[in-house]
Structures are given as C-alpha cells and as structure tokens.
C-alpha cells in the first residue's frame, strides 16, 4: 500500500530525524563520540535507550555538573562526528514518495528539533533536497520540540493558517509542538508509511 497524503490541506509539514530519514545510527554514535571527545565513556545502548538530545539531558542521566559536559562544546563535537559520518543515514523510500506527492499538492516544510544545516545536508544525502522545501531548525526558533514555535514559524513563513496544515511526526514531542501550533498531525509510528 503506498502512501497518499490526505487531500484538502493548504501545507503539508514533515519532521527530518525518523520521519523523512532514519538518522537513528548517525545521532547515537555522535552522542557517543562528543562524550568520548569530553572524557566520558558510554555504550550505543545506552545512548539508545533514551532519547538525548541536550548536553543538559546528557549530563542530568550522568548525574554530572555543566563544566563536565559544557553546551557549546558537547554540540560542536556531535555536529563535527555528524557531518563526517552521514553515510550512516538511510532513506525511506516511502517517505521520500509521500514527501513528493505533498509537493505535488501544496507547499512543504521540514519542521526539525535538529539544526537546519543538518537537515539541509540530510536531505541532500537522501536525495530529497530538490523538494521546494522550507526548513525550520532548532536554530530558528526561540524554543525548539515540544514547544509550537517551529511549526508556527513555518506556518507565518508560508502565509498558511495552522488549522490548514498536515504535519507527520514520529516523537511525542514533535506532535505535541505541531498539535499545540493547532495543527493537524499524522503519528508515523502508528500510521507508517507502508
């Protein structure tokens, strides 16, 4: 069964890390690698039983003061392994086909809690990086998932109404940032794409 993208709404968003590629490797071992640069030694499976997204949640599990695991420097050495090992990123064939059929209807985003350079480079490496896309990061925004603000910047950059949106997603932040923004949202992880 191949996915359509239901009919009627005037945009059509898509989070980046798990819905429209599976990063799922690629963000786990530079997590590992920015502790590693930092001293601090962790296995794939714990880095995987939770998802870590901030030096402030890294260092809250490892019960560890800020010096231990500053801001700036845990992200610069995630960005760093990130950027260096995308060959670890794996398209969806069936995401990257709704991805287009939304195109072919309407306006499209890419809503992410990572950064926008990031998720310009992903999509270049799984081949969806000629989409009319507009993307919002982390970087865009003053408060990235679960807060709205990436989805109601995107909804004022393109002049659409939130009410009017279709947004997939994959966590329950991503969700509760799009429904709080008052839009409509599709929970891949319920509704897969095949």
Known sequence: MTYEPRRGYAAYAFDFDGT?????AVN?????A????HGITVTLTWVAAEPTVTATQVRRRL???PQALPDETFVEAARAHWFAHTDQIRPIAAAAAAARAAADQAPVAVVSANYSDVVRHGLTVVGLDDLPWIIIGR???PHPKPAPDAYLHAAHLLTVPPARWLAHEDTDDGITA???AGMHVIDI???PWH
Do not use: E, K, M, Y
């Not at 429209?20 to 799922?24: C, F, P, R």
């Open 20 to 24: 429209l590629a599976d990063t799922a």
């Open 28 to 32: 786990q071992s530079s997590v590992q």
């Open 34 to 37: 920015s502790l590693a640069a």
């Open 63 to 65: 019960g560890i003061p």
């Open 139 to 141: 970087d865009d925004v």
């Open 178 to 180: 799009a429904t709080t």
């Open 189 to 191: 992880r319920h509704h």
